[in-house]
């Protein structure tokens, strides 16, 4: 008997069929991956599983009986538990208040806490209970919404992109819990869009595109190859690479240091980094190290830098504007795009004056003719699909919105252009144009510094990589020696000092 | 059942729409009031909403008390797109009376006279001022303190109160006044034009329309301007794109408190000729409603200065002619403004019929972040 | 000796409907609503308690009737900034616009009109301790209620589920939504009861602590409340604490004048306000006290739809 299944359900929203007539069949203590791109319809599919949206058409049925799931409480009580790809959870509470939280009111706090710490030595799951979750590094934090699914005593566990703030080897660790669950009858929902993972971990592999089934497949005897092709239509796009002609310094950091400004964030510690004229370099990273701080320092958002920590072609930039820094030829593309990179209400063209001042005069006036040629221009180029110069930012996809801002910066002639999350929540036609574009610019002889969460891409662009790991920057490494095994070590902090022993306690695993 | 949905692109139309249906429900719970004061409701609307309007006279005390709304709406504008929650305006306008009447009440007792509204430029400049320091108060302790712009402008409000009390209880009492709270009539010289013979209308409007004009450019077209919106809009942008959020509060706070300074030294030098403690009818907070009834743009606040402006008069016609109390035109203008905000919410989304109740999740589009945000797929 | 104890009881009997009025506010703001309608609402239960205690003669029923209107005002700011997302600063200061013009019309009608004087309680034994019986035990009863309430809240928020749930809330409502509750259920309730606090304050100012009604009775008061709750950062005993303190000032007011202070009393009426000031300034500098202790979510408005 299955323990899940869903029956030509679809899903109907105002501008598009999220779900159409989609099947699923998920058997007791399988690991079954959901395999699709951003857009495809998988979270759609798994709000209705754990009851958040209700489908318009078509019937589930847990094991073997069909059921209403009309709130997140009934699919608890079927025994469905979810962990959320990003937390739901409360910075300022305890981890065991987190938890309390998550489960019915049947259990005291002291038992909860008591029980925490039971289920996290069982399952190897590390969660101190009286920490308040803001102290708690990323990877610590899904330990704690793991925890929490799991005292639920779930039948069927959700499990949404939860590699994405994992290093390699905490990848491994988590494989080792999850087989340990489904070996005790827990059926696994694992929705993911990375290939590799699928196919070492799960028994089974829906795969969605568009809304529909494209296929129902065991993973471990496909390839990558074929995978890709139900998932998007065809094989992965083919980048070009040229030799790289690498040429001056372009930005070189030294000693940069910096407090960390909010209570729960990063402070950055004795940064050092070359970035040349014709070279990507890729910083990787689990989410939390620091990325944002640093960011925040090179885009000139935040200005304390030590004086001389920062030079651009040998210019001291360490305390400089944002403007200053675009008018020596630094151009940022930040990992958010609504709401940073550009502002929701306003149009495109009125987007376009975030970064680009071409169109004001000396007097302080705005030529409104010159800023919507310039969007049209962006749009045509880029391939944006948008509703014209006057649609306003938020109505674009994410895809778009992405191509339309990185477009802005690229043609914007940078000198050095710093890109943070390129092809985050953006589809994959979209993704490789970015892509593309990007190594355009750097065969042009711009120098790039790309961070990225996602380790195939940065292997796939960069020519030299780091790793950003509690505020701290490796050593860098030419992409050609080095391994995902080894880059991993490093993203927990593992890399070899000068001359002292590789640390051995692993930090923000 | 009703049910709202969220409409994928704003809508436009609604936009203007919105400040109409409002006043239409204020309009009908108004005569709903009226006949429950036991007054026949259509001569109660006709008092209130048609006999300002009802010849010459009238319709100069409209556009004379309309004055100070629009210049305190046209700066408190530019404070709200810039979400600088400035609601001190009365006190900065109180302040602008202080300071234009103090010198204007200098020239007087210093027997400098001249023609008429010689000297006004000089009163209003004054006025300008003093609202401009006023509001630099709020701003240094938001930008060095971090306090709430929202409660150090409000508590400067009865403190320019009692200020405004005490000058005129004090030492700027007039000794031939037979001791009530007033300062010495204003010499001519200190007076504001008259712009219409037999009325009490000023100069003070013409200047009110030409900033209507002036910050229409300034929101729309000028880079500053344009940088103060991005900063309400979405800070984080605006620290992306390096636009001072220094620089914007003080513009915002500065240019707000000018305006209302220079119409509060508008009011002692135009219609009142002297200072008292009710230099102000509650000004600075009506032009609150104004501002957002005015849609935070300038021609719009044209538009809902008259119009409060003529609620304001109505309140008075009201009182005299039908015994109801002044107090109603407050209550009316709070009504138009809890209409207008859910009115408003039309712009965002639809009425719709639904049949079962459903736990309806439409995609909304949030701020895209690798970890922090969620993004509907 | 005496009139520091008279000092001090005034001071209580001055900030209790401050410390009310801020518990209230505080309830809204732990769930993440601002309202900044506080001080309507208390004009309108001033007025509302006010006719109810001069028509029906009972302090009970003056004070349900301060409750009941605060909770109705509450309500429909509730139902706007919750349900339909209106943006919670206007819609909080229309509340307070609205009530004003509102109060002034339904009291014109009473204005000037004198209720009896309360006697404060007396409680045999503690009343006549020397110095802490008069300035303690010789209050109105509301004064009391006021410090009960204090460690109910303490109670309530800190060691009571529910109390955990209003603050994850608050914290973030986007993850409590995804974990089930009713986000917007919960925050409708806590704004109301906020509002039936405010309201009971109102009518204390009215009823026992003027006793009578005039146009713009509370002079502020609910805008200090407001201004207790960021003083407080967040927690009810110090919110008592500041209502006192602010009680005291205004009482320092009145103490200078009557000792023949050569200070006109204009000038020394600025003291509460000038002090609010001062204190606002002085705590919201630490901008990291602020961001550990401020609800995440207050004053931003919550879709469900994400």
Redesign the interface.
């Known amino acids: 008997m299955l323990r899940l299944e869903l029956v030509s359900i679809s899903k109907q929203?105002?501008?598009?069929k999220?779900n159409d007539n989609v099947s699923l069949k998920v058997q007791p203590g399988e690991i079954h991956a959901v395999l699709g791109e951003?857009?495809?319809?998988?979270?759609?599919m798994m709000?209705m599983i754990y009851g958040?949206?209700?489908p318009d058409e078509g019937e589930i049925r847990w094991n073997g009986q069909p059921v209403q799931i009309?709130?997140p409480q009934e699919a608890r009580h079927l025994g469905i538990s979810m962990v959320?790809?990003?937390f739901s959870l409360f910075d300022t509470l305890t981890a065991a208040e987190n938890v309390w939280l998550g489960l019915d009111k049947s259990l005291s706090l002291a038992e909860v806490t008591q029980r925490i710490t039971k289920v996290s030595k069982e399952y190897g799951l590390d969660v101190e209970p009286l920490r308040p979750v803001h102290t708690l590094s990323?990877g610590e934090r899904q330990r704690v919404e793991i925890v929490r699914a799991l005292m639920t005593n779930p039948k069927l566990l959700i499990l949404d992109e939860p590699t994405?703030?994992l290093t390699p080897q905490a990848v491994e660790k988590l494989f080792v819990t999850l087989r340990q669950l489904a070996s005790e009858g827990c059926s696994i929902l694992y929705i993911s869009h990375k290939l590799d993972e699928i196919r070492a971990l799960c028994h089974h592999c829906t795969v969605l595109r568009g809304g529909k089934v494209t296929g129902e497949v065991d993973p471990r005897t496909e390839t990558n190859a074929g995978l890709s092709r139900l998932m998007i239509g065809s094989e992965p796009p083919q980048l070009k690479h040229v030799q790289a002609h690498v040429g001056e310094l372009a930005l070189e950091l030294k000693g940069l240091s910096l407090v960390k400004q909010s209570p729960f964030g990063t402070s950055l510690a004795d940064i050092a980094l070359q970035v040349r004229a014709g070279e990507i370099v890729g910083v990787a990273g689990v989410?939390?190290n620091g990325q944002q701080e640093f960011m925040a320092a090179l885009?000139?958002?935040d200005t304390r830098a030590p004086a001389g920590s920062i030079r651009m072609f040998g210019n001291d930039i360490s305390n400089a504007?944002?403007?200053?820094r675009?008018k020596m030829g630094l151009h940022?593309v930040?990992?958010?795009?609504?709401?940073?990179?550009?502002?929701?209400?306003?149009s495109l063209a009125?987007n376009t004056?975030?970064?680009r001042?071409e169109a004001?005069s000396k007097s302080?006036?705005?030529r409104?003719g010159q800023v919507t040629r310039l969007a049209a221009d962006l749009i045509a180029r880029y391939n944006v699909k948008a509703g014209g110069p006057g649609a306003?930012a938020?109505?674009l996809s994410?895809g778009n919105l992405q191509k339309f801002i990185v477009g802005r910066e690229i043609d914007a002639k940078p000198k050095l252009l710093i890109v943070s999350?390129p092809t985050?929540?953006v589809d994959v036609g979209a993704a490789a144009q970015i892509r593309g574009a990007l190594l355009k610019l750097r065969d042009e002889g711009c120098a790039l510094l790309v961070v990225s969460?996602e380790l195939d891409e940065l292997f796939e662009i960069s020519d030299r990589l780091v790793v950003i790991a509690q505020g701290r920057i490796s050593p860098s490494v030419p992409t050609a020696q080095a391994t995902i095994e080894m880059i991993g070590e490093w993203m927990s902090g593992l890399w070899p000092r000068d001359g002292a022993a590789p640390r051995k306690e692993a930090a923000h695993a | 059942m009703l049910k709202?949905?969220?409409r994928?692109?704003?809508s436009k139309a609604m936009s203007f729409a919105s400040p109409l249906i409002a006043l239409v429900l204020t309009v009908i719970l108004a005569a709903l009031l009226f006949a429950a004061l036991g007054k026949d409701p259509l001569k109660g609307l006709g008092v209130f909403f048609v006999e300002p309007l009802n010849g010459m006279r009238s319709i100069s005390e409209v556009l004379l008390k309309s004055t100070p709304l629009i210049l305190c709406a046209l700066g408190l504008a530019v404070c709200y797109r810039s979400n600088v929650?400035n609601?001190g305006a009365e006190g900065q306008f109180l302040l602008g009376a202080i300071a234009g009447g103090g010198v204007a009440l200098w020239l007087t007792t210093e027997g400098i006279s001249g023609s008429r509204g010689i000297y006004s430029p000089l009163v209003l400049i004054a006025g300008a001022l003093g609202g401009m320091v006023w509001a630099a108060i709020t701003a240094l302790?938001r930008d060095k303190?971090?306090?709430?712009e929202?409660?150090?402008s409000?508590?400067?409000v009865?403190?320019a109160q009692?200020?405004l009390?005490?000058l005129v209880?004090?030492p700027w009492k007039d000794p031939m006044g037979f001791n009530f709270p007033q300062t010495k009539t204003f010499d001519a010289s200190t007076w504001l034009p008259a712009l219409l013979p037999k009325s009490r209308l000023h100069w003070g409007f013409v200047v009110a329309l030409v900033f209507v004009g002036i910050f229409w450019s300034f929101l729309f077209?000028?880079?500053?301007g344009?940088q103060l919106q991005?900063g309400g809009?979405?800070p984080?942008?605006a620290?992306?794109?390096?636009f001072s959020a220094r620089t914007s509060l003080w513009t915002a706070l500065l240019t707000s408190g000018g305006m209302a300074g220079l119409a509060g030294a508008m009011e002692a030098a135009g219609p009142l000729k002297q200072l008292t403690p009710h230099v102000s009818t509650g000004y600075g907070?009506t032009a609150?409603?104004v501002c957002?009834v005015g849609r935070l743009h300038p021609v719009g606040i044209v538009f809902s200065g008259m119009l409060l402006s003529m609620m304001l008069i109505g309140g008075e016609l009201g009182q005299s002619r039908l015994g109801l109390?002044n107090?109603?035109?407050?209550?009316?203008?709070?009504?138009l403004?809890?209409l207008l905000?859910?009115c408003?919410?039309l712009i965002?989304?639809r009425i719709r019929w639904k049949g079962a109740p459903?736990?309806?999740?439409?995609?909304?589009?949030?701020?895209?972040?690798?970890?922090?945000?969620?993004?509907?797929? | 000796m005496n009139e520091i104890a008279l000092l001090l009881a005034a001071t209580l009997a001055s900030g209790t409907p401050l410390a009310i009025a801020g518990l209230g506010l505080l309830l809204n703001e732990k769930a993440g609503v601002l309202n900044?309608g506080a001080e309507g609402m208390m004009l309108v239960a001033a007025i509302a308690g006010f006719a109810a205690a001069y028509y029906s003669g009972s302090d009970i029923v003056a004070f349900a009737a301060g409750a009941a209107a605060g909770a109705l005002m509450a309500a429909?700011f509730g139902w706007?900034v919750i349900?339909?997302?209106?943006?919670q600063?206007?819609?909080g200061?229309?509340?307070t616009?609205?009530?004003?013009?509102?109060s002034?019309?339904v009291?014109?009608d009473f204005a000037g009109k004198k209720l009896s004087d309360r006697s404060p309680l007396n409680i045999p034994g503690l009343s006549d301790i020397p110095f802490i019986g008069p300035a303690l035990f010789r209050q109105h009863p509301m004064v009391h209620v006021a410090i009960a309430l204090m460690f109910a809240f303490g109670w309530f928020l800190y060691k009571s589920r529910a109390g955990l749930v209003l603050r994850a809330v608050g914290e973030s409502p986007?993850s409590a939504h995804a974990l089930g509750y009713p986000v917007r259920r919960i925050r409708f309730f806590a704004v109301i009861a906020g509002g039936a606090l405010c309201g009971v304050a109102g009518a204390y100012l009215s009823v026992v602590y003027a006793p009578l009604w005039v146009?713009g009775l509370t002079?502020?008061r609910g805008?200090?409340a407001?201004?207790l709750t960021?003083f407080a950062t967040w927690r009810p005993a110090r919110v008592l604490l500041g209502a006192y303190l602010f009680g005291g000032v205004t009482m320092l007011q009145f103490a200078l004048q009557g000792a023949g202070v050569e200070v006109?009393s204009?000038?020394l009426?600025?003291l509460p306000?000038?002090a609010?000031?001062v204190v606002?300034?002085?705590i919201?500098?630490n901008?990291v006290w602020?961001r550990i202790n401020m609800p995440a979510s207050l004053g931003k408005p919550f879709?469900?739809?994400?």
């Not at chain 1, 709401?339 to 929701?344: F, L, N, T, Y």
């Not at chain 2, 303190?145 to 709430?148: M, P, V």
């Not at chain 2, 077209?221 to 500053?224: E, K, L, N, P, V």
């Not at chain 3, 879709?303 to 994400?306: A, D, E, L, Q, Y």
């Open positions: 929203y105002p501008a598009v999220a951003n857009g495809a319809g998988k979270s759609t709000k958040a949206v209700r009309r709130n959320f790809q990003h990323v994405s703030v989410s939390g885009s000139g958002e504007s944002p403007r200053h675009r940022f930040p990992e958010e795009r609504l709401g940073r990179g550009a502002v929701p209400t306003l009125q004056l975030l970064t001042t004001v302080g006036w705005i409104t306003a938020k109505s994410g999350q985050w929540g969460e | 709202l949905e969220a994928p692109q704003p929650w609601i302790l303190f971090n306090a709430s929202i409660l150090v409000l508590m400067l009865y403190v009692q200020l009390n005490y209880f004090v077209r000028s880079w500053r344009y991005v809009l979405a984080a942008a620290r992306y794109a390096g907070f609150i409603i957002f109390p107090a109603l035109t407050g209550v009316f203008q709070g009504l403004l809890f905000l859910a408003d919410t965002f989304y459903h736990a309806v999740v439409p995609p909304a589009v949030k701020p895209a972040t690798p970890t922090t945000a969620k993004e509907g797929a | 900044l429909i706007l349900w339909l997302n209106t943006n600063y206007a819609t200061l229309a509340l616009l609205f009530g004003g013009g509102f002034a019309f009291g014109v986007e146009e002079a502020g805008w200090i407001l201004a960021t006109s204009q000038l009426a600025m306000y000038l609010t000031i606002l300034a002085l919201s500098r901008p602020i879709h469900p739809g994400s």
